[in-house]
């Protein structure tokens, strides 16, 4: 059986004291790979070490996040195009709106997000993106954008089957992580049956939202095979299946060449 976490952040400072077990781990867990994220500039370095460390299992996607004001310049277009260009980075994110953590006005975060779409359309790669209490804002924006054409993942899809609607309408995937295994997540179990399988991306987001049976704990990729056995049995199939078609979305959606296993990675790192 073959995994994939389409979105995590091993290269937080959480994993500095044992991010090698934790790549161990994944491999032995089955994972194929994992796509990490940076979301500020100070972070695009360290990352583009972690992932030439880890050639055809890791790969990089990076943006500055909607969480953080402007700080330090804003970067262009033209920076962020820059900061994905080479071939193991193959998305652009996360880059969104967040509602819950920035008041309003918010203009710098839509006009942010704008310049991120327009970068990963002149890259013809993917964008991850983050919406927290603005997924139907996110997707109107995304379709204006038409985003749909370079290809969307909402990540951490916590929102309510209509708005799962729109983003597949706007040509988007949904990411599903650990947070639909917990028992009050009726809403995001309801929307993760509602999208057809072949739209759906695993995703740990880790170190947070550790699924159950590690809910409370740090959370790591090889995690990710919980939330996947949820899939499943909301969609009504075998954690194969289900493991198989995130899989197979994930290298789809990312572009990647063929799809490695764990053992031609040569065993853990
Ligand atoms: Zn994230």
Not at 20 to 34: N, Y
Not at 48 to 71: C, M
Not at 76 to 87: G, L, M, P, Y
Not at 132 to 152: C, H, Q, W
């Amino acid at each position: 059986m073959l995994l994939f976490d389409s979105h995590c952040h091993i290269n937080a400072p959480e994993f500095d004291q044992d991010r090698a077990e934790v790549i161990a781990r994944m491999k032995e867990a089955g994972l194929c790979g994992a796509v990490v994220i940076g979301c500020e500039t100070r972070e695009l370095e360290p990352l583009r070490s972690l992932v030439a460390a880890n050639p055809g299992y890791l790969w990089g996607a990076w943006a500055y996040h909607p969480e953080y004001r402007d700080t330090e310049p804003e970067p262009d277009v033209e920076a962020i195009v820059r900061a994905n260009s080479t071939k193991d980075f193959v998305a652009v994110g996360e880059t969104g709106l967040d509602f819950h953590w920035c008041e309003p006005p918010r203009d710098w975060q839509v006009e942010r997000f704008v310049r991120h779409i327009e970068a990963a359309r002149r890259l013809g790669k993917p964008l991850i993106v983050h919406a927290r209490e603005a997924e139907a804002e996110a997707a109107d924006i995304l379709r204006a954008e038409n985003a749909g054409e370079t290809g969307f993942v909402l990540h951490c899809f916590s929102s309510s089957p209509e708005v799962a609607r729109r983003v597949l309408d706007a040509g988007g995937m949904v990411g599903i992580n650990g947070n639909v295994t917990f028992r009050r997540s009726t809403l995001i179990q309801e929307s993760c049956r509602a999208v057809p399988l072949e739209r759906i991306l695993a995703e740990t987001d880790c170190p947070y939202l550790a699924p159950v049976p590690r809910r409370g704990r740090r959370n790591e990729p090889s995690f990710v095979s919980f939330t996947v056995a949820k899939i499943a049995e909301l969609h009504g199939c075998t954690v194969e299946e289900a493991a198989s078609a995130t899989t197979q979305n994930a290298i789809k959606f990312f572009r990647l060449p063929g799809g490695a296993s764990p053992q031609q990675q040569g065993g853990p790192a």
